[in-house]
């Protein structure tokens, strides 16, 4: 039975096409974690995770994705690769995912915020997202599938 995940990314100050191109670019090699990204450990192939943007004018979700493999440390040239890629920030270790869709339009975080039980004070919920990786219950990974199902396109580019 797979875990479900919030992956985290900060794309500084928005969310555009050339930024959707680069993590789409990043996402066919895999997703870096830091040395102390809290779950980095438990990911496992199979699990469901959705991808969130965040930053001042961002705060979307962007895809979905499965997990393809558990977090390693990249070779030396996997590490070369990866730190080419303009949206890694770390390096240290790292995972492939077995599939992934980025979504046509983000779907924004206030839109949704009100029916997610992980975060109690909706006003401050950036607190409930810190780490890079944010386990989350079977209900909330499916609410936000439901809502990404009637706000947004989830069809592949």
């Not at 797979?2 to 789409?24: A, E, R, V």
């Not at 990204?37 to 943007?53: E, F, M, N, S």
């Not at 810190?130 to 069809?155: N, Q, T, W």
Request: hydrophobic letters at 40%.
């Amino acid at each position: 039975m797979p875990d479900y995940f919030i992956l985290l990314k900060n794309c500084g100050n928005s969310w555009n096409d050339q930024d959707k191109k680069l993590l789409s670019d990043q996402m066919k090699v895999g997703w870096d974690l830091g040395q102390n990204t809290v779950h980095r450990l438990q990911l496992k192939p199979g699990d469901k995770a959705l991808i969130y943007i965040s930053g001042n004018n961002a705060r979307v979700f962007v895809g979905e994705a499965t997990v393809g493999s558990i977090a390693v440390k990249p070779t030396k040239a996997q590490l070369m690769k990866l730190n080419t890629m303009p949206l890694v920030a770390y390096a240290d270790f790292w995972f492939r995912f077995r599939d992934f869709q980025l979504w046509c339009k983000p779907m924004k975080m206030a839109d949704v915020i009100e029916g997610l039980s992980f975060i109690n004070n909706k006003k401050n919920y950036g607190s409930y997202l810190m780490g890079g990786v944010k386990r989350i219950s079977p209900y909330d990974y499916a609410y936000l599938l439901e809502c990404a199902d009637k706000h947004i396109c989830r069809s592949v580019d």
